[in-house]
């Protein structure tokens, strides 16, 4: 009975020990980036094959996501000057980009081309975030 107890004890420190270390080498998580993708990915892909009706109704929330993101603390190994002035930018191109849409002035081509070029930008910031040396993951939804 002493030697079933103590292997319990030993499998479940081993496992607390292991998970532990897993999750101290794991990159980063942040929400509010994690968000953004979320949006600008179920918007941007179907404007590739020519549809933006998801870009014509979400790009406030897309402006909203950049909003939030950009108030938003960062983990500390995405702390740094490039990362918070890409951002920056990419708010602002968002707000520009939803502001094109509803003055519904644009053409199509144009909203394309804005959701295309801040696309980029997203791809900017994620860039940032990375340490030297690792390379983005793009994953379509």
Known sequence: ??????????????????????????????AEL?????????TFHPSEEGNLEPIKKRSGE??????????????A????????ETLKHLEEES???DKLIKDKKATDAE???ALEK????????????KKEGEEHEHKSN
Not at 62 to 75: F, G, H, M, R
Not at 118 to 129: I, M, P, S, T, Y
């Open 77 to 84: 190994e995405f702390n740094k000057p490039t990362v918070k």
């Open 1 to 30: 009975m002493k030697n079933n107890l103590l292997s319990i004890c030993i499998f479940i420190s081993a496992l607390f020990i292991s998970n532990f270390a897993v999750s101290q080498n794991k990159p980063a998580s942040w």
């Open 62 to 75: 897309l402006a909203e996501a950049a909003k939030v993101w950009n108030k938003s603390t960062p983990p």
């Open 118 to 129: 801040l696309h980029d930008r997203f791809h900017e910031v994620v860039g940032a975030c």
């Open 95 to 97: 707000i520009a980009l």
């Open 111 to 113: 909203i394309k081309l």
């Open 34 to 42: 994690k968000a953004y993708h979320s949006i600008m990915s179920s």
